[in-house]
């Protein structure tokens, strides 16, 4: 997963594998400390601004000690009110979260919708503030019902779109949870626009359409001071700047926060870690990207999987040159070094051990060979048993490759002599033209070498089984190879070998 300690984009949240009771706890706790100390300043607000900013003609006494009274009492019955339903809607629709469980299509949409039915609460326990001090005014002071129903109306929204912004970030563990596993292809509700657009309606254009309001009244009195003009319109302007900023705050850091988990996973895997997953979750087209992260970044640990068991076959190179789409069947003349290792008395060792101890033999010889061969550049083309062929010079061309050949043979015997004493045997190693390209059909094919070379090395190797440097190989090869490993190679014999007609002067590892 994402190596992050803030993976739904505040440590608040907690990271994503809580347990269900830390989940549940926190659910609890954000979402009613957070909504509740929401209404309460909205409501604090409201009020301040209704009876002591906005222009109400034809005020009465009567009306601010009912205000008095009703606003506290209504305000603390809302939020209890509030908290319980609130509550038990949220719970209700995710119960399976909670329990552990996993969701099914209608969990997942009932889970998304959690937000907004916690805001269509909000908005209930507001409109009923509306109804009640709209209904108070129009009792004791009809005039001032022009200022008050409009006033905690605008408040209300604006309190309804922080509930919703509030609500969807405390949910997001609820909400990764949801969308985890989903076959949504398309996001849900309005997208990242049109919730832009949607909370600058809420947040700023409400508000503003207060302030405006607001204006109207004092012209509609005719009698408002200039002084008391400027300071109801200082007043309405900071609670717009406040409040349309908390607005688009809050939409802000829901819209950059699944950008900047996707982002820092970027980075993550740009530095070779394929194994960076976001949690996924926002419903809208940031979501998506989310999910579209993740399914790239199995693809890419799927790749480099597979390709790096395609070069454990058949060598890194021929697999880098396969990816590039430059294999093709055919072949090619190429002079190369040929290096055949084969281990000595394989029978016995089978015969006289277990499996096991047989297997762990050969894999400890071959992580010698298979370690000297890369080394040098080399081309590890076949396993043959007990046996291994090598290839330098191609796929990839090595201007040395006779040093290099050399060297990885004497390399070799010298680290098997001291890891491993009781293994031994016998490497060859032979220089000369060869075809080189892949072989077999288009379904399946692989890349090898066919020649004189190929057989010379192998011969040698039976050779060198007999010899006390257990490595053999020509005067050819010595000859390509540079003056300084030359010299590690002392002259032996000159043999006839199968397959070829002349004699063949054979130079022994010293």
């Given amino acids: ?122 908005a209930a326990l507001w409109f009923g503030g509306v109804l009640l001090f709209t209904t108070l ?57 049109g919730r832009m657009l949607t909370f600058w309606l809420l947040g700023t254009a409400a508000p503003l359409v207060g302030l405006g309001y607001a204006a109207v009244l004092a012209l509609a009195q005719g009698d408002v001071s200039a002084e008391r003009m400027a300071v109801e319109a200082l007043a309405i302007s900071g609670v717009v700047l406040v409040f349309g900023l908390l607005v688009t705050v809050l939409n802000a850091r829901a819209v950059v926060a699944p950008l900047v988990s996707v982002r820092a996973a970027l980075g993550r895997v740009q530095r070779g870690d394929l194994d960076q997953r976001v949690p996924v979750y926002d419903a809208t087209e940031l979501g998506l990207l989310q999910a ?46 040929v290096l055949f290792v084969d281990l000595v008395g394989s029978t016995t060792i089978a015969a006289d051990r277990s499996p096991t101890e047989v297997v762990e033999l050969l894999n400890g010889f071959f992580d010698v060979v298979v370690d000297e061969i890369a080394r040098e550049g080399g081309l590890v083309n076949k396993f043959m048993g007990d046996a291994v062929l090598a290839i330098f010079g191609a796929p990839v061309d090595l201007p040395d490759h ?57 011969r040698l190797t039976e050779l060198a089984k007999d010899v006390e440097g257990r490595a053999l190989t020509c005067a050819e090869t010595l000859a390509e190879a540079a003056e300084q490993e030359a010299a590690h190679w002392r002259a032996h014999d000159r043999v006839t070998l199968r397959g070829r007609i002349g004699e063949t002067e054979l130079f022994v590892r010293r």
């Fill in 137 to 193: 005014a129009l009792w004791l002071a009809p005039a001032r019902a022009l200022g008050t129903a409009p006033t905690v109306a605008i408040g209300g929204t604006v309190v309804c779109a922080v509930t919703y912004l509030m609500a969807e970030f405390f949910l997001r563990p609820v909400s990764a949870r949801a969308l985890t596993g989903s076959p949504e292809s398309r996001p849900r509700g309005l997208g990242v626009g």
């Fill in 402 to 458: 006779a040093t290099r050949g050399l060297r990885a043979a004497r390399a070799m015997v010298e680290r098997l002599g001291r890891e491993h004493p009781d293994l031994d045997c016998g490497v060859g190693v032979f220089t000369g033209e060869t075809v080189a390209g892949n072989v077999g059909t288009r379904a399946r094919f692989e890349y090898t070498v066919i020649g004189d070379a190929v057989n010379a090395a192998a």
């Fill in 292 to 337: 579209g992260f993740n399914h790239m970044a199995e693809g890419l640990a799927e790749r480099e999987h597979l390709r790096d068991l395609f070069g454990r076959h058949v060598g890194q190179e021929v697999a880098r040159a396969a990816a590039a789409g430059d294999v093709e069947l055919g072949g090619e003349t190429r002079r190369v070094t």
């Fill in 1 to 122: 997963m994402a190596g992050t300690r803030a993976p739904f984009g505040s440590w608040l949240l907690g990271p994503e594998g809580q347990s269900l009771r830390r989940l549940r706890v926190r659910v609890q706790l954000f979402l009613t400390l957070g909504i509740t100390a929401t209404h309460a300043i909205g409501a604090g607000v409201v009020v301040v601004l209704t009876l002591f900013v906005v222009p109400q003609p034809g005020g009465g006494r009567d009306l601010l000690v009912a205000l008095a009274i009703a606003v506290p009492v209504y305000v603390g019955l809302a939020l209890v009110v509030g908290v319980l339903w609130g509550t038990r809607v949220a719970f209700r629709s995710l119960r399976w979260a909670l329990r552990g469980e996993e969701p099914s299509p209608a969990d997942r949409r009932r889970s998304m919708r959690v937000p907004l039915q916690l805001a269509a609460v909000s």
